[in-house]
């Protein structure tokens, strides 16, 4: 059935139908820049969904903990072989992101005979400056979107991750309205507790299609503290030591509630 | 990020968790030699070595001391070496042989306990760690058979699960590894420092585990110093170029490195 172009096509456009239908009831993932590094925050119930790959970079992603797995030890191993056999400064997520990641994840996304991978990930990498940090997004087609600084888009200092477009494109023009650059860390954790409660309204096929108010955000807020778990991690910018991730204590993220 | 089609094809059962494994399979960390069939090797060319460092438990945590002299046969190579490394957070090793090797290693234990953290989403044991030392010495034992590479290192580390917390470990050039009570010495000026230290620690005015940082710090300058007097090898305190040994202190807080001006002050004050 493969020979001719169309079917192929259909293939893999049913394929890509398939991933979307799983992966749509991913719970969100944002990331911000504030004024001392970068916050990854989330909320769940058991999984971890942000995790460490060097001392720069890290990492959260939604999908078939198998995949996600793979792909995270893959990540590390890279960077690490990278980081030991030339330097730390040489670990580039850019690098790792655009050539080793994304033709791996395309190859195995369209050999419609093998399995894809069932994952979507969130990358940050912390620089020296906030101008050098990077967020990218990468899909299970291999499809990559950074936080811009291109000849048509200017810089932006967040990335997101949700289950479905709408999902994504909310918390995203949320974000774009609500966070401010130089943000404190109390003020970052608000601000992506808050784009995550927009991305998770606008999940499931009767969730919200447009930016739901304040009021509707500060309710749903409530709602969902009282019933999973804030996970929430750093990449510190000015850190004493070369390790700039560190997970957030309880201590830390309890004003939330 | 040579070959990532490699990395990604593997099933995660065969996942290594094992930072030197992964290392070997990429071919990116020298294999030893097998053991040579006649004993002893006389061909082989004087090899750069750092000599005599210290380290023992104190009020504060450990105190680990190392002087600055490397050498090669009876030539000084340099007088800035630095045999203090730290591993961890909370990890120091510290090196006596040579330093080629124990660089190498030094790197190779660094990246496998945050590989191991990384991917395993826990912290190496205390005990996990000292066998992982162990486990490169072993496995350098083939050069050092062939009369090159030795390398005899002391590990520190802070054990919140321990009392006391601080831990201090000295190793053989096979990868036996020892666990001390108050203090271990290795490298050539060894001798000199270990009588110091036996004797600090009966006969002192107190012993080595009550002293305060300041009077650590002076035993530690003292032993190097008296190191130095009869061991060639070692570089002691360098009076004229004012090269003070490396000393650093491992605590719950972390690992703290001695500025050379505080050193340079409590050398005058109670060495020189």
Known sequence: ?257 | MESPIVALAESPADGVIDFAGLLRRKGLLAAAPGFPSSAGNFGAPAQTQATTILAFKFQGGVLVAGDRRATAGNTVVYDRADKVLEIDRHSIMAIAGVPATAWEMARVLEHSFQFFRRTQLQEMSVDGKVRALSKLLRDNFGFVMQGVGMVVPIFATHDPGADPAARLYFYDAMGANFEVTDYAATGSGSPAVRGILYYENNWGKKPLLKLNEDEAVTVALRALDTAAESDTATGGVDRNARIFPVIKIVSSKGITTLADKQIAALFKKGVA
């Open chain 1, 1 to 257: 059935m493969i020979e001719e172009p169309y079917r192929w096509v259909e293939a893999v456009a049913n394929r890509r139908e398939y991933i979307e239908a799983q992966l749509a009831g991913g719970s969100p993932i944002a990331a911000v820049g504030y004024r001392e590094g970068i916050l990854f925050l989330t909320l769940g119930r058991t999984r971890q969904k942000l995790f460490e790959i060097y001392d720069r970079v890290a990492m959260g992603a939604i999908g078939h903990p198998g995949d996600i797995e793979r792909l995270r030890m893959a990540a590390i191993e890279l960077a690490s072989t990278e980081g030991f056999t030339r330097s730390a400064a040489d670990v580039s997520l850019r690098r790792l992101a655009y050539y080793s990641l994304s033709p791996v994840l395309k190859a195995a996304f369209e050999q419609i005979y093998g399995a894809p991978y069932l994952a979507r990930m969130l990358f940050a990498e912390i620089g020296e400056r906030p101008e050098d940090d990077l967020f990218l997004r990468v899909d299970y087609d291999g499809a990559i979107a950074t936080n811009g600084a291109t000849f048509s888009e200017t810089q932006q200092d967040f990335g997101v991750l949700s289950g479905t477009r709408v999902s994504t494109e909310l918390m995203e023009s949320y974000l774009k309205q609500e966070h401010k650059s130089g943000a404190t860390l109390q003020e970052a954790l608000d601000v992506t507790l808050n784009a995550w409660i927009v991305g998770h309204m606008a999940l499931g096929e009767d969730g919200a299609r447009e930016l739901p108010g304040n009021e509707a955000i500060a309710a749903e807020r409530k709602n969902q503290l009282t019933t999973i778990g804030v996970e929430a991690t750093i990449l510190e910018r000015n850190a004493t030591v070369a390790i700039r991730y560190r997970p957030l204590t309880e201590e830390e993220i309890r004003p939330l509630n």
